[in-house]
């Protein structure tokens, strides 16, 4: 089978199409004939061998996919051939066909596009759970997202939005603040423009109640001093790199700072993040939220839908076209 393949640790470009053989089956697993796939951050980390879980060249990057089942074990239920779904790996998305474990396969709606399936998973969810399960969001609360161009961060626009919440996006160009104002955003806030503490004092003069940082770098402090009294801090991750906070502003501000990773919620709050999930399943099967896809590629030119991602040119989520839906069912 066709697949992107890394190496060697380096750059994007270090990821080259390669034949490879098809990825056996596992217990418990099914295997996947890609449709499509989605580039998320961690991707370009786990290439470069700057991620916090190391996965040791050669191996088939890509951690987000959507296609058709095409072969389960004998102890898999509930998942048969045939099914289009959609699920999550840590690596071999970027390939024409991926294994991962039936529980980590969701089935996709009828009427929902493969690109959309595989773009809506790890942001949305990161999203929701970030808003609902840790940060408890509820409507009229003012909402603080940085990165609000990214996937994760257009993702938490569009659901704050919903959740009543008055959202200020914080993002790095017109296009990008362009985006979030059409998922709901009210107050837009190009951060490259001026100082960013100024400009959240300016439109939030009271504080907010909750901030999403996807982020971190040098947007972290600005957006953690406006925070209003016993106000939220939800951590989510680093693309700009890992802040050092003032621990002072914690105490003196009673501010909640709470770091969020998908993989543990389930683990330590099983009932709200089930609860959660279906919540958010239902709204995707109703077309009450759908991922912005701001660029494709094909399964060809995956070194270049990662380069998009790692220099913070992509707005919303990156999808990977690896087959047309058609024929996967051949």
């Not at 969701?106 to 999203?127: C, N, Y």
């Not at 901030?211 to 925070?227: I, N, Q």
Request: some cysteine; charged content about 20%.
């Amino acid at each position: 089978m066709k697949a992107a393949q890394c190496t060697a640790y380096g750059p994007p470009e270090a990821v080259r199409i390669a034949d490879v053989p098809a990825p056996p089956l596992g217990p418990g697993q099914v295997r996947v004939r890609v449709g499509a796939a989605a580039v998320n951050y961690p991707d370009v980390l786990l290439v470069a061998g700057e991620y916090q879980v190391p996965v040791a060249p050669p191996f088939v990057p890509g951690s987000e996919f959507a296609g058709v089942v095409e072969a389960v074990t004998d102890d898999v239920n509930g998942v048969r051939v045939g099914d289009r779904v959609c699920g999550t790996a840590m690596v071999g998305a970027f390939a024409e066909r991926a294994v991962a474990a039936a529980r980590s396969v969701t089935p996709v709606p009828d009427g929902v596009d493969l690109g959309a399936a595989a773009a809506f998973g790890v942001a949305h969810r990161t999203a929701f759970h970030a808003l609902h399960t840790v940060a408890g969001v509820r409507p009229g609360q003012e909402l603080v997202v940085l990165g609000a161009g990214g996937g994760v961060g257009l993702a938490a626009v569009q659901l704050g939005a919903l959740a009543g919440a008055r959202v200020t996006a914080v993002a790095s160009s017109a296009r990008k603040l362009e985006a979030a104002k059409t998922h709901g955003a009210t107050v837009l806030i190009d951060h490259r423009e001026g100082d960013l503490r100024a400009a959240l004092k300016e439109a939030l003069p009271a504080g907010a109640d909750v901030v999403l940082d996807p982020v971190g770098g040098d947007l972290a402090e600005p957006a953690l001093r406006s925070v209003r009294w016993g106000g939220r801090f939800v951590t989510i991750g680093f693309a700009a790199g890992i802040p050092r906070l003032p621990m002072n502003l914690v105490l003196l501000k009673g501010v909640q700072v709470t770091g969020f990773q998908l993989r543990d919620l389930a683990a330590h709050v099983p009932q709200d993040f089930a609860a959660n999930e279906a919540r958010l399943r239902a709204l995707f099967a109703a077309g009450t939220v759908r991922p912005h896809i701001g660029a494709e590629f094909t399964l060809t030119d995956t070194a270049a839908a990662l380069r998009c991602v790692a220099d913070g040119r992509a707005i919303g989520k990156v999808v990977v076209r690896v087959a047309d839906e058609g024929s996967l069912h051949s």
